[in-house]
């Protein structure tokens, strides 16, 4: 071996590697705290790591090490510790002299792909999961493994963190000197309880560094392997996933649920006892503490060394957060692993359930039999604006139709929408998820009406809370069991005058009046009801309970607070709102429908509202609608909702008699457009519109060949599929028709002239000729031309500026008729142009209408000039039964104004720019966006692969992650790998920058599937 100074350390040990275990590898460093690590390649590829001990490292530790992960791998190859690469010589370690003289062990394991936890941007509850399978397979693994050198009091030796008491004066900062010792503090009120539970030799050190993550694209990550055994050691095996779990919370916008995820997946494979889960959290902070101690200390020595501090600032950053709830996530803990959340939980249960029928009743009457009224999202419409509850909307809210006197019952576990207070919302956007569940029934009576105990009980709560849409007037009553268990029970929106008699401590008499229903000007200002709810337990709660949960968190909620009804002599199973589920309503529309109608994203959306832009799914859920172009002016508008109904009230006819609404409509639609069209058609859809578009031109040159771009789509009429090309090509499609001519797109990424082309226009236009021709020499001749304004089916595209006026004096020239479909482009969506023909600076001849004209009610329109309406006009009748109605008037008219008076299609302009240089700021960071394209609210993103090539799944996959993040976009294009955006017109900055941050977020998610 050359241990001359002027060879390298790594080439000094490349040798070793060679000459000891025959790999010809170059060498490169990796990070490691005492040891040294290499990452050793070899020309064909293959990869190894090579570890060089520390000088001191005692021969038992590598052997431990070695050990331990040959029984993992022999009992559960799918654990994938490393795998261990013996010498030539068969020797799981050699020792050798280093080039300072020094004696050092060397050992090499197989590599393992993949990227450490702690660079991975999809940290999942799922991947957590996995994670806590992982280490729990381990544990399991080590579980009969002796080695009496394991037992071993070191720094990271978690029982033995109380070293870091004396040097706690080296965190300077007063606040995070308070946070470590209040840490310490706890740790040592549990550290009794940890010498009793289960002991093994374990891992030690599962940080996020050791764990590394791998998946190929477009599928979940999942665990590759569990790396460095150096630091292990016989430990309660408890301290593996505490110390796991310090680093999993770290930086995590939900710590609790991905703690929860690990804790679950661990026990899933080696179940924990309740002492164990309820020591975690604890042990948690208390590794974190330290950590940062550590760190803080080796700083101190080596300001240089940049691994020490790695994990510093996402701990400090964690252990910082004030607001966790110990009580609450011990619950959430116990409850993922199955155990009775609190002490004695499931034995409360069983008694209350026994009890049942032979509580006071709460009213002093029966409750059996009383209707239940559902205030769920589904059900009602209150609010009108699901983001924001009025006071005068909460005073009545269930009592509408009300008789006095009678008493009703709202639902446990029902989703509602009516709780819109900021203290609901989780997270940063209207779209982030909100608690709208009821974990309570109410029960509904007049003011006034007198409640008493149902069982006896000492008073824990008597308040006033006179916030607007609180409690009112809140009573918490504590009680006791025959077997000593405690629980509670609340009872909100009382009348305060409690107060005067009920004090903390006081104890009730089952059947004692104790409270009365306050009125909305004392209970919260809602209409009079009692909400009734129990816990199991107040620990971390105190008198604030949640009576509202997060759907996603649903299960934990429900364990804290289950159905009260028992306790009310009621069947649970009355009392729990059952709504359609998702999977009923699929199910049950597979049955009754044809199996070619499709439903949106892998996870289908059941919804229950909409508002403005956002739409509610079955639970509540809010999701930013950037696709849906129909409710122009909003989902749900107020306005439309008013007309509809009067007019409904007052006559909904058809053309065939005198009503001002139809002039009315057609003159507010003519004054949008040129002078030169002057009738209107109205019919009910876009396909109707197209339909009748056709035969105006055949009427007006009595000829029957159409011109129409590829892959366009006019309607699912016959007349409408045969000029669609995106519909008739497909495979079983029918078919091009004799008298229609294709001609090539002008899209100006893809097609046959790019962007760079400045003859562009005219060259797409000329395709025009050559299908002229076609069409006279089959006999049909030419009646006109159809292109959707700018092709959105076909892929979002905007054709280059001056394509329509050459392709228009063409079709002119020849006597065609030239149809504009402004069916998506229309209505001011376009920000600039209220129609799309504007941009091109051509006037139509005809011009149809659809989708957003009616905001969600059918209307469609043809509008022409005089001359092609009296070539129409033959004699024969036009009458469309619904086309025209007052109703569809009334409603067209309605939106037209809106448009107008709430200034939307400058919102367009506004909030269209604000994405379109948004998305083009993500093109310059993401190769795969290919294209960003579109003008206000109409917008296309072209996703495609290294190659250039259209790329169908990131773009289904892309669609489908950013449903998953409360965002709903659609994809088209022929290859369908164009992502789609064209939200109703009120879309706000606000929400456009949700839109941009989520989408740069799942962009962002791909790079987890490029690792080495
Ligand atoms: C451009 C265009 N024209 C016409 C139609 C057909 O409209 P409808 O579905 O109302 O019949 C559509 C529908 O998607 C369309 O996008």
Not at 305 to 331: C, M, V
Not at 513 to 530: D, I, S
């Amino acid at each position: 071996m050359n241990t001359s100074p002027e060879v390298s350390s790594k080439e000094f040990w490349e040798g070793v590697l060679k000459s000891h275990w025959g790999i010809d590898a170059k060498l490169n460093s990796l990070p490691g705290e005492l040891d040294q690590n290499f990452l050793a390649q070899e020309k064909n590829g293959s990869k190894y790591i090579l570890k060089i001990m520390r000088t001191d490292c005692p021969d038992w530790l590598i052997k431990a090490q070695i050990e331990s992960i040959e029984k993992i791998n022999t009992k559960d190859p799918s654990l994938k510790a490393p795998k261990i690469v013996k010498s030539l010589q068969g020797a799981p370690f050699i020792i050798q002299t280093d080039q300072a003289g020094n004696a050092r062990l060397l050992w090499v394991q197989g590599y393992i792909p993949g990227k450490c936890y702690a660079e991975i941007k999809q940290k999942t509850t799922d991947l957590s999961f996995s994670i806590g399978v992982t280490l729990g397979g381990i544990g399991k693994a080590l579980a009969d493994y002796q080695n009496e050198n394991l037992v071993r009091e070191f720094k990271w030796y978690l029982p033995g963190s109380l070293w870091i008491e004396k040097h706690l004066e080296v965190i300077e900062n007063s606040e995070r000197h308070g946070i470590i010792s209040k840490i310490v503090k706890d740790f040592k009120e549990v550290l009794p309880k940890l010498s009793n539970l289960a002991s093994q030799i374990i891992h030690n050190d599962p940080n996020d560094y050791n764990i590394l993550i791998s998946g190929d694209n477009y599928r979940p990550l999942n665990v590759s392997g569990i790396v460095d055994f150096g630091d292990i050691c016989q430990a309660p095996r408890i301290c593996d996933l505490a110390i796991a779990a310090a680093y999993i919370v770290l930086d995590h916008p939900d710590p609790e649920k991905m703690l929860a995820a690990l804790v679950s997946g661990y026990n899933s494979i080696y179940p924990l006892s309740t002492q164990e889960v309820d020591i975690i959290w604890r042990l948690l902070r208390m590794r974190l503490a330290v950590s940062v101690v550590n760190s803080t200390l080796l700083a101190a020595e080596s300001p240089s060394d940049d691994y020490i501090t790695i994990s510093q600032a996402p701990a400090w950053r964690f252990l910082e957060k004030l607001d966790f709830n110990e009580g609450l996530i011990r619950a959430r803990l116990r409850s993922v692993c199955d155990m009775p959340i609190v002490e004695g939980a499931d034995r409360v249960l069983n008694w209350i359930s026994k009890e049942k029928g032979k509580f006071a009743p709460l009213f002093g009457v029966s409750l059996k039999n009383l209707e239940m009224k559902s205030l769920s999202a589904e059900k009602i419409s209150v609010p009108e604006n699901p983001f924001e509850l009025t006071r005068e909307e909460a005073k009545v809210i269930g009592t509408e139709n009300d008789e006095t006197d009678t008493i009703w019952l709202g639902y446990y576990n029902e989703p509602r929408l009516i709780y819109t207070a900021p203290a609901f919302k989780k997270g940063p956007w209207k779209a982030s998820n909100r608690r709208t569940v009821h974990i309570a029934i109410d029960v509904f009576a007049n003011k006034g009406t007198k409640l008493y105990a149902p069982m006896e009980g000492e008073v824990f709560t008597a308040e006033y809370r006179d916030s607007p849409l609180d409690y009112g007037g809140v009573v918490i009553l504590k009680h006791t069991t025959p077997d000593n268990d405690e629980f509670f029970t609340l009872y909100g929106h009382l009348d305060p005058q409690f107060l005067d008699a009920l004090q903390v401590g006081d104890k009730i008499d089952k059947g004692q009046e104790f409270c009365k229903l306050g009125g909305p000007e004392v209970n919260g200002g809602w209409a009079p009801h009692v909400h009734f709810q129990i816990a199991m337990t107040t620990d971390g709660m105190e008198a604030d309970w949640p009576g509202v949960a997060d759907p996603d968190d649903l299960d934990f909620w429900n364990s804290v607070c289950p159905n009260p009804a028992s306790m009310l002599n009621l069947e649970e199973h009355d009392c729990v709102y059952n709504f359609n589920k998702k999977t009923e309503v699929l199910s049950a529309r597979e049955k009754y429908f044809g199996g070619n109608l499709s439903v949106s994203y892998n996870d289908p959306i059941l919804i229950s509202r909409a508002w403005r832009h956002h739409i509610f799914d079955e639970w509540g859920r809010p999701y930013l609608d950037a696709y849906n172009n129909v409710p122009h002016v909003g989902h749900s508008h107020p306005r439309i909702n008013l007309v509809a109904s009067d007019q409904l009230k007052k006559v909904n006819s058809n053309t065939r008699y005198l009503h001002p609404l139809q002039t009315e409509f057609a003159e507010k639609i003519l004054s949008k457009l040129p002078s030169e069209f002057e009738v209107c058609y109205f019919v009910n859809s876009g396909s109707e519109a197209n339909e009748l578009a056709l035969r105006l031109a055949q009427a007006h040159t009595h000829k029957t060949g159409i011109i129409t771009p590829d892959e366009g789509y006019f309607g699912n009429t016959t007349g409408a599929l045969s000029i669609s090309a995106y519909k008739f090509k497909k495979p079983n499609g029918v078919g091009q028709a004799d008298w229609v001519e294709i001609i090539e797109v002008p899209d100006d990424y893809r097609g046959s002239f790019k962007k760079d082309d400045p003859d562009r226009s005219i060259k797409y236009a000329n395709f025009v000729d050559g299908a002229i021709e076609s069409l006279n020499s089959k006999g049909h001749g030419l009646s006109g031309f159809i292109m959707e304004t700018f092709p959105s089916v076909g892929g979002q595209i905007i054709p280059p500026e001056g394509y329509l006026a050459q392709v228009y004096s063409k079709i002119r020239k020849h006597g065609g008729v030239c149809i504009a479909d402004e069916v998506q482009t229309g209505l001011g969506r376009l920000g600039d142009y209220y129609f799309g023909f504007e941009f091109q600076k051509v006037i139509p001849d005809v011009v149809v209408l659809g989708k957003p004209l009616g905001n969600g009610h059918p209307i469609g329109a043809v509008i022409t000039t005089k001359t092609i309406a009296q070539s129409f006009d033959n004699g024969i009748e036009f009458f469309s039964t619904f086309g025209g109605s007052n109703l569809s008037c009334r409603i067209g008219k309605e939106v037209l104004e809106i448009v107008d008076e709430e200034k939307l299609q400058s919102n367009a302009k506004i909030v269209g720019d604000f994405l379109l240089a948004g998305f083009r700021e993500l093109k310059e960071k993401f190769e795969f966006i290919g294209d960003v394209r579109g003008m206000g609210l109409f917008i296309g993103i072209e996703i495609i692969e290294n190659d250039g090539a259209e790329s169908p799944e990131l773009c289904a996959y892309i669609k489908n992650k950013m449903r998953e993040n409360r965002v709903l976009l659609g994809s088209d294009g022929p290859k369908d790998n164009v992502i789609k955006i064209r939200p109703p017109l009120t879309i706000d900055l606000e929400d456009a920058q949700m839109l941009l941050e989520t989408f740069s977020g799942v962009l962002d998610g791909t790079q987890d599937w490029h690792y080495e």
